[in-house]
């Protein structure tokens, strides 16, 4: 089994662009599409991007995804920051084998 | 509209039997590209992906919680079944079923060794706590 790793918490002001980072510890981060959750207070996830960069329709634009095959590691974009994009927000990928795996939630507060 | 309702007990004791049923409209538990898999939240925590099923009756169980879990499917009465044994206060959370779409060819048509699991909806949750 692989491990999925974000950044505990995150923040940054409204307007601006954050990154939120998703490491594969095993196994190439290109092996398995990378899919990201968002799960608002009190609210069940939502999906905000799915296969690494491909948005769900009615997900706006400034929700973006990418792989670095360098660094192992998968990227969730959000660039003109809202209030209503604080969230926490999950990766997940499939191992091949039957097992799924989730990272362990970024929590981004838009201060 | 495609929904998926959680139900069960909100209050288990230490090394009780929890049994949750997700109960799915809009949508065939026959239908092979979709499942219904089983995730949970502690209070304050992550996600933790639990156990899933598909239409032919192929399970897939979290390996740390395998030994514990078991999975089942009544396709006539559109319901997923999760049993948990030995519950112990470690095991509260908010306890979600979500449909998981299982297929092969991605967004570029591109045919794909492995397959793409991921979720599209998710079910409100039910809370379990387990207190004696």
């Known amino acids: 089994n692989f491990m999925l790793t974000q950044p505990h918490s995150v923040s940054e002001s409204p307007g601006k662009t954050v990154i939120i980072s998703c490491t594969r510890n095993?196994?190439?981060?290109?092996?398995?599409?990378v899919h990201w959750y968002q799960q608002r207070p009190g609210s069940s996830p939502t999906t905000v991007i799915y296969?690494?960069?491909?948005?769900p329709s009615g997900v706006p634009d400034r929700f973006s995804g990418s792989i670095d095959s360098s660094s192992n590691s998968a990227s969730l974009t959000i660039s003109g920051l809202k209030t209503e994009d604080e969230a926490d927000y999950y990766c997940?990928?499939?191992?091949?084998?039957?097992?799924?795996?989730f990272g362990g939630g970024t929590k981004l507060t838009v201060l | 509209q495609v929904t998926l309702k959680e139900s069960g007990p909100v209050l288990v004791k230490p090394t009780e039997t929890l049994t949750l049923t997700c109960t799915v409209s809009?949508?065939?538990?026959?239908?092979?590209?979709?499942?219904v898999s089983w995730i949970r939240q502690p209070p304050g925590k992550a996600l933790e992906w639990l156990a899933h099923?598909?239409?032919?009756?192929?399970?897939s169980y979290s390996p740390s919680l395998k030994s514990r879990l078991t999975i089942s499917k009544d396709t006539s009465k559109s319901q997923v079944v999760l049993t948990m044994t030995n519950m112990d206060p470690v095991d509260t959370a908010r306890y979600y079923c979500?449909?998981?779409?299982?297929?092969?060819?991605?967004?570029?048509?591109?045919?794909?060794?492995?397959?793409?699991?991921?979720?599209?909806?998710w079910g409100q949750g039910t809370l379990v706590t387990v207190s004696s």
């Open positions: 979500a449909r998981i779409l299982r297929y092969y060819y991605d967004h570029r048509g591109y045919y794909l060794s492995v397959s793409i699991r991921r979720f599209d909806t």
């Open positions: 809009d949508f065939s538990l026959s239908n092979a590209r979709m499942g």
């Open positions: 099923i598909f239409s032919n009756d192929e399970k």
């Open positions: 095993t196994g190439s981060i290109a092996s398995n599409y």
């Open positions: 296969e690494d960069n491909q948005r």
């Open positions: 997940q990928s499939y191992d091949g084998s039957d097992s799924l795996v």
